[in-house]
């Protein structure tokens, strides 16, 4: 048995299970990527955008400084050029410029670099370096992109550049902030999909929770209405409204089923006690004998009405008068009942009954449930055996009755569970096709999972109840004493009706 503790603790992750795979939140989820995806272009692109503009920035400024410089060496020779490098060199007046003049050999002339970079190609037009020899400024390294100049008939080179490292740090912290900007739009854009999607699931819980009440026999039921403005709102008006039309069509119906029913048995009822006041008095044996028969058809008819005004009963009822039942009581009370006949069949009639096993629902239904059941079992052996079994199975309550007989084809096992449906082999022999019905209506407003399966050979009905941790045991067996008795009239009453 599973400790209570564990039920609890797994209630709420089957709660955030079911809300992660709602329609609603993966909804909300596919419009959050959709979303990051598209602020993350939006994003990017600017990050693109702004980069590339203070690259290209910075090359203009470069050329624009090559130019200014090649004019003073044209208008002013050599010497106007080495003061116009150191000029621009001092930190004081450029601190990110990076400059250097050298002759033919490459010794400095001017400028901040302490010699001429060797990764330099001559033919590169725009270079790309780091040094940590920068001569006069602090700090004394840098990560260069620069542009050469070369005077091809003194070969002095000019080389021009800015320090980029700060550039890059902006780029690499503009990065930075929009990956975190992304982040945190994705992350927001999923806690709002957990809210959102919490919120509708709280609601369409509410009206889950009102339709299974209404399933199992509380028509008087109503969705709650929230506000009256909203789409929910009105759902659950339109949802109250229709509830309101079913429960008046229901309501009607079983007035006029009732109705119906007792104006067809009262008459019945008084042919009946004609007929039998007929053959008090009658004296012809073979008029006798047509009397017998009249009256076992009059029986027949209030049989069937008296099982379907039962089916139809059960498929409405309630779950108010729902007690706590010791199924090992009914199983006795069922088997003591029916086992004279099977042994008047030349039936093995074998029982298995485990203690202590209690379900909420009607005794009254469940045992005329069970005794339908064993009654089919019985009617179709022949000289074979039935079992009855009460059992435990994962924590729930479970009958099992299984006989050797015909069986029922897999092609009728849900047809036999029609009102009035006999199968072809069943027509000659007493009942009304009721039975099977009736033990279905039961068990679906009892929740209790009910199944019919091949025996090999015959047929195995199982009916296994809501799992419950209640048993016989010490007070318990107080309170399951103080359970309303089976009443065995009704048991009697199926036992002449039901059939397949």
């Known amino acids: 048995m599973h400790d209570r503790s564990d039920f609890v603790t797994n209630q709420p992750m089957k709660r955030l299970v079911r809300l992660f795979g709602s329609f609603t939140f993966r909804l909300v989820l596919l419009y959050t990527l959709l979303f990051g995806a598209s602020v993350g272009g939006l994003f990017y692109f600017v990050f693109w955008a702004t980069s590339g503009f203070a690259e290209r920035q910075m090359e203009v400024a470069i050329n624009a400084e090559i130019t200014s410089l090649g004019e003073s060496y044209g208008s002013g020779g050599l010497s106007s050029l080495i003061l116009a490098v150191n000029r621009r060199a001092n930190p004081n007046v450029n601190r990110d410029g990076i400059y250097l003049l050298v002759d033919p050999v490459g010794t400095p002339l001017a400028g901040n670099l302490r010699s001429w970079p060797q990764s330099i190609e001559t033919d590169d037009l725009w270079i790309d370096f780091s040094i940590d020899d920068l001569r006069g400024a602090e700090p004394a390294s840098a990560d260069i992109r620069a542009r050469q100049l070369l005077d091809p008939q003194t070969n002095i080179r000019l080389l021009v550049g800015r ?257 009035l449906f006999r199968m072809e082999g069943s027509r000659t022999s007493p009942g009304s096709g009721l039975g099977l019905s009736l033990v279905a209506a039961v068990a679906k407003s009892h929740s209790i999972d009910f199944k019919l399966e091949d025996n090999t050979p015959g047929l195995r009905a199982t009916l296994q109840f809501l799992p419950t941790t209640t048993t016989v045991k010490g007070e318990d067996v107080k309170m399951a004493e103080k359970q309303p008795g089976v009443d065995t009239e009704i048991i009697s009453a199926a036992s002449s009706s039901a059939a397949a």
């Not at 089919?376 to 039935?386: D, Q």
């Open 163 to 419: 320090d980029v490292r700060e550039a890059r740090d902006f780029r690499q912290l503009l990065l930075d902030s929009l990956n975190v900007g992304l982040a945190a739009t994705l992350a927001l854009g999923i806690l709002s999909g957990f809210i959102f999607s919490r919120t509708i699931m709280g609601r369409i819980e509410s009206i889950t929770r009102t339709c299974r009440r209404i399933m199992s026999g509380d028509l008087a039921q109503r969705v709650p209405v929230r506000r009256r403005s909203d789409e929910m709102g009105e759902l659950a008006l339109s949802i109250n409204a229709m509830l309101d039309q079913i429960e008046r069509l229901m309501k009607g119906l079983q007035q006029v089923s009732e109705s119906v029913a007792h104006d067809l048995r009262t008459p019945l009822t008084r042919l009946r006690s004609r007929l039998e006041s007929a053959q008090r008095r009658s004296t012809d044996p073979a008029e006798q004998r047509l009397i017998e028969d009249a009256l076992a058809d009059a029986d027949s008819l209030l049989a069937t009405f008296a099982s379907l005004l039962r089916v139809a009963r059960a498929e409405a009822g309630s779950q108010t008068s729902f007690v706590d039942v010791d199924l090992h009581a009914i199983a006795e009370d069922v088997a003591d009942l029916y086992e004279p006949l099977a042994e008047d069949k030349g039936v093995s009639f074998i029982t298995s009954f485990e203690q202590g096993l209690i379900a909420r629902g009607d005794p009254n239904l469940i045992a005329q449930v069970l005794a339908n059941l064993i009654d089919n079992a019985v009617k179709y052996t022949g000289k074979g055996s039935v079992t009855v079994v009460l059992t435990r199975r994962e924590d729930s309550p479970v009958f099992i009755v299984a006989d050797t007989g015909l069986g029922i084809p897999d092609a009728f096992k849900e047809k036999v569970l029609e009102r």
